[in-house]
């Protein structure tokens, strides 16, 4: 498997080591073809002795709990088929399973309470979805005149549940349950208007009085240690979260929609548009992004929670929408769809308008047009501000835009020298660091030196008929030129990477990824005498760690040069000894 790495400045990555790619995964299956073996336990009575299991295991929850989380994990995979949920359904399963849920909470039996909110969850949403399941009969086993009450009772049994904050604490399963309480309770309703106007007014007090609600959070943060306000806060905070919920699981379907026409009856959906327009009311004025009223606005606790109901809502749901653009706040949730922090303002606005322009092209939205409008228009907007932006910088530069010869753009100098261009210095003549571009010029007392590969090679036999050969060092360089303090500086940088380099590893990769061993020190005309001869001696500490060579440095570097001299009349390559790149 081939290894990929992006290599940023001077080698070190910029991205994580891929060492192998993970193979594609497979598609998730339909769960009508995977769990398809569940149709048996319905058709070989499976369904009704699991349905008696869970009824006897109930009685007693604190000694029968692991055996009933077994039993409903079982339900549970049973449900993944539309026949079996049908098929329990006719069976009065619901019935059966919200009862047991109501056992659950009353002893605190967090983990059944999940299972079996899960399979009624699956339950509820098939029973909505289903025109052929009496789906009040499924679940109540009274008189058609007695649904409506029974259906309310159930509501009440679940709001029961909602009702109770537990004073801020609570576990991840306990939150995890209560979650799942606000997403089934609209299809707890079963469309019985009697259902459906408990579970409204049970939200509607604070639904009615947004600015109390912030009034309530804001005194609370003032002052954390009223315990009264506290709870207060708490209570409103808590009841507000879960209706939107609530209106973020209403599905486009005769019961949901019907609930929207409710709320909306009821004013709910006005009083929250007209809340978010009074925030806002300097929105649309020059300048109102820097306003106070602006930043007031987008501190109150009131407004995320607003435009997640909003989304729920109006998600295909004409009136809503309707609603929401008559109130004139489509400017303003383009405005805050722009907002970046506070509190997921800006994604929630942004999510809204998508759905009000349908977006994800499931004709949940009816505003496409006029959410385009308002978008492209500050698309545009902000181009030409660019464009005003880059014609100052460039006058500033004394430089100008005109239309070239093949009908592009250009950018020319309309002044003939830019204000202080003729105070920049550059290193015209001689070396020049590859790193600083500086040389003897403008740093005439720093030393200059060549990364080179140096080499101990054999020449053969010695002179004195000895069978051991005489060694030397033999050169190659790029003459790649850098300071020597530039270079020492690079290679404490190298050493405090993430992933630290040696020093002649990162020399290398400065070096045009050749190898390199040892900086060649080029004496300058004002460099010191002491400084040169230094590195000097630190060239040829680095040529004797690669293994002795008889010799005095004259001698050695005389071979050197014969050897240079050879491979050049003969047309060799330089590098034939070394492992180097060409």
């Known amino acids: 498997m081939r290894k990929l790495n992006n290599h940023g400045l001077d080698g070190e990555a910029t991205e994580p080591m891929i060492k192998e790619l993970e193979e594609d995964r497979e598609e998730s299956q339909d769960p009508e073809v995977e769990f398809a073996i569940a149709g048996a336990v319905r058709e070989y009575g499976g369904l009704e002795i699991i349905l008696s299991m869970i009824q006897h295991l109930r009685d007693d929850f604190k000694s029968n709990q692991e055996q009933l989380v077994a039993v409903l994990n079982l339900l549970m995979h049973c449900c993944k088929i539309r026949e079996n949920r049908r098929a329990l359904l006719r069976l009065g399963a619901l019935g059966l399973l919200l009862e047991t849920a109501r056992h659950a909470f009353s002893v ?143 599905k486009t379907s005769s019961c949901g929609d019907r609930l929207k026409d409710i709320i909306l009856e009821r004013g709910i959906t006005g009083v929250a548009v007209r809340h978010l327009r009074d925030s806002f009311s300097a929105a649309g004025q020059a300048g109102f992004k820097s306003s106070a009223e602006w930043a007031t606005g987008l501190k109150l606790p009131s407004v995320p929670l607003i435009l997640s109901m909003l989304r729920g809502l109006s998600t295909g749901h004409l009136a809503t929408q309707k609603c929401i653009d008559e109130g004139g706040i489509l400017p303003l949730l383009h405005a805050l769809e722009g907002v970046a922090g506070e509190n997921e303002i800006g994604a929630r606005a942004e999510n809204l308008l998508d759905t009000l322009s349908n977006k994800e092209g499931k004709g949940d939205g009816f505003l496409e047009e006029k959410v385009r409008r308002l978008r492209h228009a500050t698309r545009d907007e902000m181009r030409r501000r660019a464009l005003r932006k880059r014609e100052e910088l460039l006058q500033g530069l004394g430089m100008r835009q005109e239309l070239a010869s093949d009908g592009g753009e250009r950018i020319v100098v309309s002044r003939p020298l830019l204000e202080g261009l003729e105070d920049v210095e550059e290193e015209e003549d001689g070396l020049a660091c590859m790193v600083c571009r500086e040389g003897y010029s403008l740093r005439p007392t720093d030393l200059l030196g060549v990364y080179s590969y140096s080499k101990r090679v054999n020449l053969g036999a010695g002179t004195s008929g000895s069978a051991r050969g005489e060694c030397v060092y033999t050169t190659v360089s790029y003459f790649n030129i850098i300071h020597f303090q530039c270079h020492q500086e690079a290679k404490r940088a190298d050493a405090a990477l993430k992933n630290p380099k040696k020093e002649w590893e990162g020399a290398t990769l400065r070096n045009n990824e050749s190898l390199c061993n040892s900086l060649f020190p080029v004496r300058g005309p004002s460099v010191p005498l002491a400084q040169y001869v230094r590195y000097v001696d630190q060239y040829w500490d680095n040529l004797n760690a690669l293994g002795r060579a008889d010799g005095s440095r004259l001698r050695l570097l005389t071979y050197d040069i014969v050897l240079f001299c050879n491979n050049f009349t003969s047309s060799a390559s330089f590098s034939s000894n070394f492992e180097f790149r060409v």
């Open 108 to 250: 605190d039996a967090m983990e059944p309470a999940e299972g079996i909110l899960l399979i009624v969850e699956s339950l509820t949403m098939e029973a909505n979805e289903s025109d052929n399941i009496s789906i009040t009969q499924s679940a109540l086993t009274v008189t058609s005149e007695e649904t409506g009450e029974q259906a309310k009772k159930i509501v009440l049994m679940f709001l029961e549940r909602l009702s109770h904050p537990l004073g801020l604490k609570k576990s991840n399963k306990q939150q995890r349950n209560n979650e799942m309480v606000a997403r089934i309770l609209p299809y707890l309703t079963y469309g019985e208007p009697a259902a459906m106007e408990v579970l409204i007014q049970h939200f509607s007090p604070p639904l009615q009085d947004w600015k109390e609600y912030d009034r309530l959070q804001r005194e609370h943060e003032d002052d954390p240690k009223d315990e009264s306000i506290a709870q207060q806060a708490a209570k409103q905070r808590f009841t507000l979260e879960n209706f939107v919920r609530v209106s973020e699981s209403l």
